[in-house]
Every structure is written in C-alpha cells, then in structure tokens.
C-alpha cells in the first residue's frame, strides 16, 4: 500500500533555509502536497506539484520531487518564526480522491 | 475568506458511547472526506461522500463508523460504539472538485478522547 514517510521534527535558525524531506513508494502519485497546520488550526495547503514536474517554486517556497527516488522536499528561504508549525507531505494517486499523508515535521524557528 | 469549520473541538466520551462530529464545509464545495490523526501517527483517510453517497472508504471506516448529511450545511461523522483506539484528532475536509488538483480545504479538527 501507499506509505509516506517524513522525519519527526526539524529546528533551524530565523533567516536560515529549511528543508523538509518527505518519501513515497506509490508510484502512480499524480499529484503530491504540502499541508502546514499551525496550533489550533486546520491543515492549510501550502503548496503542490504535479508528477510531470521537477521543481516549482512560489515565493519563499521551493518544492523540488525526484520521481525515480520518489523523494518529495520543501525548501523554505528565509525562515521566519511564524513559518513554526507542522509540515506534512501527502500524495494523491491517480484515480483517486483520497489523500496519503506522512506524519507530519514539525518545524521549530529559534530567533 | 471562506473555510471548513468542526464542532465540538474536543469530545470526552465513555467507551461503549455514541458520538457524533460536525462539520460545515465550505458552502459551494460538492466533495466531502473525513481524516483522523491517532497521536503521533499518520493522518489516515476514513471516507468521502458525494451526492449524498459513500464514493470512496477505507479499510478503518468499518460498520461501527457512518456519515450523513443531514440538511444543506452539515456533514456528520458518527461512530456508534466507541472503542479507546478511537481516540485521535478527527479533520473533516471539502473540495470543489474531484480530480485534477481538487484542494481539500480543512477544518481545525476535534479532538475525540475515549476513557
């Protein structure tokens, strides 16, 4: 079955980059996501690629998706404190509506 | 702007105990799904429900588990006979679409505890 897999939590510094890595096995995924949930709130979309796709950039955000090691990341330039939340990588494969998600990054911004 | 909204954000129940979870999706979305997050684990799919039906379920959306919607604005899940693995945080999600990029827009969530 499908499997998403995302390291538990990550800490950088304001200013610095982050990047979040997230694994697939399912390799019919059309399209693959990135939710970001801060604390008391629902699972925003952030941003998405679709599978022809190698990168797509949009403002602070970079997805990049290498489809042979089925490894998905998320670059965010400059981070910021309130970029602090719950990353989470999720896949939809073809054919379906459903959503696979991973367990979630959280990420910690340190001043 | 519009959004997904979930009632009660907490729920403590009796095992045994029927609860139900509600949810208003965003007013001209057609797709409805229900999500849930047991601690530390991954947001699992339950089901989605269109045109006042079941379209997809998963293996977790057993018999104890049914969804409804019951007028024009709401959209129940509802677990007959809770178990204590029924604790976790449980999203309701809409979209306007199905297929292409079809966004699910959330809900914050209730969190459902079982003693």
């Known amino acids: 079955g499908e499997d998403v897999e995302q390291s538990l939590f990550l800490s950088v510094r304001e200013g610095d980059s982050s990047v979040i890595n997230c694994t697939y096995t399912?390799?019919?995924?059309?399209?693959l996501y990135w939710y970001k949930q801060e604390p008391g709130a629902g699972l925003q979309l952030l941003t998405y690629?679709?599978?022809?796709?190698d990168m797509k950039q949009d403002q602070r955000l970079t997805v990049l998706l290498n489809k042979k090691d089925k490894h998905l990341s998320l670059r965010i330039a400059d981070t910021q404190t309130g970029d602090s939340a719950i990353y989470f990588c999720?896949?939809?494969?073809?054919?379906?509506?459903?959503?696979?998600f991973g367990t979630g990054t959280r990420l910690t911004v340190i001043p | 702007e519009p959004e997904v909204t979930q009632t009660p954000s907490h729920q403590v129940t009796q095992m045994g105990q029927e609860v139900i979870l509600r949810c208003v999706p965003i007013?001209?979305?057609?797709?409805f799904y229900w999500y849930r997050q047991i601690l530390g684990q991954k947001v699992e799919f339950l089901v989605s429900?269109?045109?006042?039906?079941?379209?997809?379920k998963s293996e977790i959306f057993d018999d104890q588990f049914s969804v409804e919607r019951p007028d024009g604005s709401n959209f129940t899940l509802k677990i007959r006979s809770t178990k204590l693995e029924d604790s976790a945080m449980y999203f309701c999600?809409?979209?306007?679409?199905?297929?292409?990029?079809?966004?699910?827009?959330f809900g914050p969530g209730t969190r459902l505890t079982v003693l």
């Open positions: 999600a809409s979209s306007e679409k199905r297929g292409g990029n079809n966004e699910q827009f």
């Open positions: 399912d390799s019919s995924s059309t399209y």
């Open positions: 690629i679709f599978s022809n796709m």
């Open positions: 999720a896949e939809r494969e073809t054919g379906a509506n459903n959503l696979f």
């Open positions: 007013s001209n979305h057609l797709y």
């Open positions: 429900f269109y045109n006042n039906e079941i379209s997809e």
